[in-house]
């Protein structure tokens, strides 16, 4: 009974191509989240997706890109890969107007 | 945004008391006060949330000052397994996650 899986864990490529990491959460929230987790273990957020509203934290490169088919799906494309990506991505969910997140187990790229 | 600061690092023994302080001196009206657990390789986990005074449930209490300008997570009795990073987040609630920010957190190692 995940609440919030993601898929793949692990991701090993190539620099100049181009992913994706697929996320769905079985909560019933309707706002959804991806975050980067760095080296030294910084948390930042990259987008906050609901049916209505998709914020974009404005440091996020626009080769990131959330994709949502449906209300418990957000997953993130990123094109033209760089070694810069290589982190952890959390998704994330919770009820609209509310700060207290559920999140995944996390995917780990890795950009050769 | 309100800003939060925590101390990096902090050392306990199994069977002691922690009490994690948070200093989030720009806090706003609207803010509420998040404490997230984080073991290594797996994503955020939400622990306690609270406005003011005193909450308590069945994993911390949560002390917040009449200022609120700090918190300060209380976790009773610590075993190895509490070992984790623990993160303070100050954000309101009517607009959502997406403007709550996550800082470098505070290391908890628990010996034995």
């Known amino acids: 009974d995940t609440a919030v899986s993601q898929t793949p864990k692990y991701l090993v490529t190539q620099m100049g191509n181009d992913k994706s990491i697929k996320c769905e959460q079985n909560?019933?929230?309707?706002?959804m989240y991806w975050y980067k987790q760095d080296s030294k273990k910084f948390l930042k957020i990259m987008f906050s997706?609901?049916?209505?509203?998709?914020?974009i934290n404005e440091t996020v490169p626009n080769r990131f890109s959330p994709k949502s088919p449906d209300k418990a799906h957000l997953n993130l494309h990123i094109n033209s890969l760089e070694l810069g990506d290589s982190a952890v991505y959390f998704c994330?969910?919770?009820?609209?107007?509310?700060?207290?997140?559920?999140f995944g187990p996390g995917t780990r790229l890795t950009v050769l | 945004l309100a800003k939060t600061t925590q101390p990096i690092s902090m050392d306990s023994y199994e069977g002691q008391e922690v009490n994690i302080t948070c200093s989030h001196n720009?806090?706003?009206?609207?803010?509420?006060i998040t404490w997230y657990q984080q073991f290594p390789s797996q994503g955020p986990r939400f622990i306690i949330q609270?406005?003011?005074t005193k909450v308590t449930n069945e994993v911390a209490s949560l002390f917040i000052p009449a200022d609120r300008k700090s918190s300060t997570l209380s976790l009773p009795r610590v075993s190895l397994s509490d070992t984790a990073v623990y993160y303070c987040?100050?954000?309101?609630?009517?607009?959502?996650?997406?403007?709550?920010?996550f800082g470098a957190g505070t290391r908890l190692f628990v010996k034995a």
């Open positions: 994330a969910s919770s009820h609209a107007r509310s700060d207290t997140q559920y």
């Open positions: 909560l019933g929230h309707d706002t």
């Open positions: 997706y609901n049916n209505k509203e998709l914020i």
């Open positions: 720009n806090i706003a009206t609207n803010d509420y």
């Open positions: 609270g406005y003011k």
């Open positions: 987040l100050v954000g309101d609630s009517n607009t959502g996650g997406f403007k709550t920010i």
